[in-house]
């Protein structure tokens, strides 16, 4: 393992839930993976959606709740140039070995990451508040 490697897996931290025998590979990946990325670069993932906002979608903190849930799903799912910076934020952190892991289903686990990411915000979506009113 290069440097860069052991550098990420250190960085990102321990697998996030469990991976045993029975586990997918793809469920191996989303845990030992995906999820540890997704924590390590959250605060990132809330920046970068308070700026997708402001240009984008100024009405957005007028929006009740409900709404402002499905403007983050949506931003996510239909805007490709947001949903491929995102990607971007997460597989710039994989390890050589865990890019090619991805590539043989590249398409699974992005559909995986997408969704893990969309509740993501939508569970801090109380955090889009405060911010807008700093």
């Known amino acids: 393992m290069n440097q860069r490697d ?13 991976v045993t025998t029975q586990s997918s590979s793809e469920e191996s990946f989303q845990n030992e993976v995906l999820r540890p990325i997704l924590k390590l670069q959250n605060d990132l993932f809330i920046a970068s959606f308070i700026n997708y906002v402001a240009k984008n979608k100024a009405d957005f903190y007028s929006h009740s709740v409900e709404k402002k849930l499905s403007v983050i799903e949506n931003a996510i799912q239909k805007d490709i140039k947001f949903r491929n ?50």
Request: charged share 20%; proline share 0%.
């Open 85 to 134: 910076a995102l990607k971007g934020m997460i597989i710039a952190l994989f390890t050589a070995d865990e890019y090619a892991e991805y590539i043989k289903n590249s398409s699974s686990i992005n559909k995986r990451m997408m969704s893990m990411l969309i509740e993501r915000l939508k569970s801090q979506v109380q955090l889009f508040e405060i911010n807008q009113s700093i």
């Open 6 to 18: 052991t550098f990420l897996k250190e960085f990102r931290g321990q697998t996030i839930g469990s």
